[in-house]
C-alpha cells in the first residue's frame, strides 16, 4: 500500500469515528431519559410556532385550565343560548354597581333607576357588538385546541350558535341588571347604598 492510499484511509477512519474522551471528563450522572427540573418547566410550543401559543406552566396548569373550561363560553354540555344567557347574567349584574355608584345621578331619588336603565343601555351595546360580529359574509372564526382549552365548543363558532349566544346574552344581561336593581332596592342594602355613595362625594 502506497503512502498516499495509506494516508487517505487514515483520514477516513477520523471522518467517521466518534470522539473518544477521557473517562473522567463524561458525566455519568444525567442520562437521556432523566426529567430534571428545567426540563419539567420547559416552555414548548402547542402547534404552529408562528402562531406565538407557547406551552407555558401559567396557561397549561392545572388551576388555569380548570378555571378556563368551567366558564360558561367553554364549558361542556350546554346549548349556545344557555352560554349567553350566563355569560350575560354576569355582564349585567356587575355593570350595574358602577352605573348606579358613579353615574352623574348617584346623589339623587332616581340613582337606581339610573343605573338599571344605564346598565340595561350598555348590554344593548355589547349585544350590538356582538350581531355585528356576525354580520359579515363568513361564518365567526372557529378557535382551534390548544394548551389551555382541550375541546372548544363547535356548536358555537356557527353562524345559528352565535346568533343564539347573542340573543342569550341581551336576555341574560338585561336580567342580570333588573336582578342587582331589585337586590340593591332592599332594606337590608339601602343603609350600605347611602354609605358607599358618600364614599364618592368626600372632599
Known amino acids: 500500500m502506497s503512502d498516499s492510499q495509506k494516508s487517505s484511509s487514515e483520514t477516513n477512519e477520523l471522518l467517521g469515528a466518534t470522539p473518544r474522551f477521557d473517562e ?37 396548569g392545572y388551576f388555569t385550565k380548570v378555571f378556563i373550561n368551567n366558564l360558561p363560553f367553554y364549558r361542556e354540555g350546554i346549548s349556545p343560548n344557555f352560554r349567553g344567557l350566563e355569560t350575560g347574567a354576569a355582564f349585567g349584574y356587575l355593570l350595574y354597581g358602577p352605573f348606579t355608584m358613579t353615574g352623574p345621578l348617584r346623589n339623587s331619588d332616581f340613582a337606581l333607576t339610573a343605573g338599571l336603565l344605564a346598565a340595561i343601555g350598555a348590554v344593548h351595546i355589547l349585544t350590538a357588538l356582538l350581531v355585528l360580529y356576525n354580520a359579515p359574509g363568513k361564518s365567526p372564526n372557529v378557535q382551534p385546541a390548544d394548551c389551555t382549552v382541550n375541546n ?10 352565535w346568533a343564539d349566544f347573542t340573543s342569550g346574552f341581551w336576555l341574560g344581561g338585561c336580567g342580570g341588571a333588573v336582578f342587582a336593581w331589585l337586590l340593591c332596592g332592599t332594606l337590608h342594602l339601602d343603609t350600605i347604598m347611602q354609605i358607599i355613595k358618600n364614599v364618592w362625594t368626600a372632599g
Open 152 to 161: 372548544p365548543p363547535a356548536d358555537l363558532f356557527t353562524r345559528a350558535g
Open 24 to 60: 473522567k471528563y463524561i458525566d455519568q450522572s444525567v442520562l437521556p431519559g432523566d426529567l430534571g427540573v428545567a426540563e419539567q418547566w420547559a416552555v414548548r410550543t402547542v402547534a404552529d410556532p408562528c402562531v406565538g401559543n407557547l406551552a407555558t406552566p401559567v396557561n397549561s
